[in-house]
């Protein structure tokens, strides 16, 4: 049986759209500069250099640290919590920091392969290659979603040989970016941190938690759906108050299902979309269930 053929997806930044749909991630700010930042410590080496020289000509210990520094970058929290579009989009932002294009590539679904011994040691090799020879001298990032596959921890009952030949692949390959000092950051999505091999834990130069949207990020999500809509504070204030469960909606929840239905209900109605058409539809709604850890 042949190996099934790799193909990584590929996105050049910056780019209008991808500015849009990261323009549109509400309630992560905080998240979204600290991912942007993290990554030009990690890629922008002439920048770091520029700045120190400036302002410490005699030298500065702590860049020290950051030579040969993990460019591993870990994205872990709920289902539905922006983690997978901020991945994808973070290109073009950094992109107009760098002030240089960024190549964003992104390991397909079915990365395992079709379970054939050594067959995931050779594709995750396969992915890194193909990585690096597409980024060369440039930026690029890679995305692994659903690092639970290649990731779980080896001490992990269910993980079998097969997964531990392919973590330690990646765990080499991960290094041997340091080293080679290719300016590519792998960023790991995945809803199960816990889960993942204390090794690649310790290699994370930067770990993001995302969790499901407080009444702070809920009030900036209700004002933000609602735009172009006449509306009170007091509506806004209303709609975070019956949003609060004890089993939180998710970002995804609100925005697409609690917002899809809302629209639909309006426009079948024929009539103008408002606050209650919003509440009505989190009175039809339960959020998604909890992910098990």
Known sequence: MVMAELHLLEKKHPDDTAQVHFDALIGIDAHKEMLVDGLILLLSHKRLEAWSHRHHPKGLRLLETLHGVSPLVLLSGEVGC????????????????????????????????????????????DAFIQARAKVGKGVGLLIIDE?????????????????????NVLIKQIDLLSREKTRM??????????????????????????????SAERLLLFERLLEGVRYHAKDVELLVTR????????????????????LLDSLRKDKALGPESLLVALDAIEPSPLMET
């Open 243 to 262: 949003s609060e469960r004890p089993v939180l909606f998710s970002y995804s929840d609100l925005m697409q299902r609690v917002a899809r239905t809302a």
């Open 82 to 125: 922006g983690k997978t579009a901020l991945a994808t989009t973070v290109g073009t932002p950094l992109a107009k920091e760098l002030k240089e294009k960024v190549l964003v590539l992104e390991t397909p679904s079915n990365i395992r392969g079709t379970g054939m011994v050594g067959e995931l040691s050779a594709r995750v090799t």
């Open 185 to 214: 950051a792998v960023l790991m999505i995945t809803n199960r941190a816990r889960a993942m091999d204390p090794a690649l834990l310790r290699r994370a130069t930067l770990t993001l938690e995302f969790r499901r949207p407080g």
């Open 147 to 167: 690092a639970d596959d290649l990731g779980l921890s080896r001490s992990e009952s269910q993980a079998h040989h097969e997964d531990r030949a392919g973590l």
